[in-house]
């Protein structure tokens, strides 16, 4: 295992297509018609969170799944992960003084 694939914690792998979750990676499919379906049907059963067994946790992973293929979503992902980086860099420095 390459060390960029390690340090990875969250987003889609571009080379191998698999979301990655921490130590988890989950493939996608090849068709982008039933990648867009994926992520519609996670982020509707996120809205129904509150049911047994479905949870709001599938929305953002829904908007993961959406982001590979609808640009628009992927420009506001981006836009969050740059933000955390900075927030999170903010937060690490303010600790060292």
Excluded: C, Y
């Excluded at 989950?26 to 949870?55: E, K, M």
């Excluded at 929305?59 to 979503?73: R, T």
Aim: net charge positive; hydrophobic share 45%; proline share 6%.
């Amino acid at each position: 295992m390459t060390n960029s694939r390690k340090e990875r914690h969250f987003g889609i792998d571009p080379q191998t297509r698999e979301i990655v979750l921490g130590k988890w990676r989950i493939n996608l499919p090849d068709s982008p018609a039933l990648r867009i379906l994926v992520g519609t049907l996670l982020i509707l059963g996120g809205v129904l969170g509150f049911l047994p067994v479905l949870g709001f946790w599938m929305i953002p992973l829904g908007l993961l799944v959406l982001s590979h293929d609808i640009p628009a979503i992927r420009r506001r992902r981006r836009k969050l992960a740059i933000w955390w980086a900075r927030w999170r860099g903010q937060q690490n420095s303010s600790r060292k003084s």
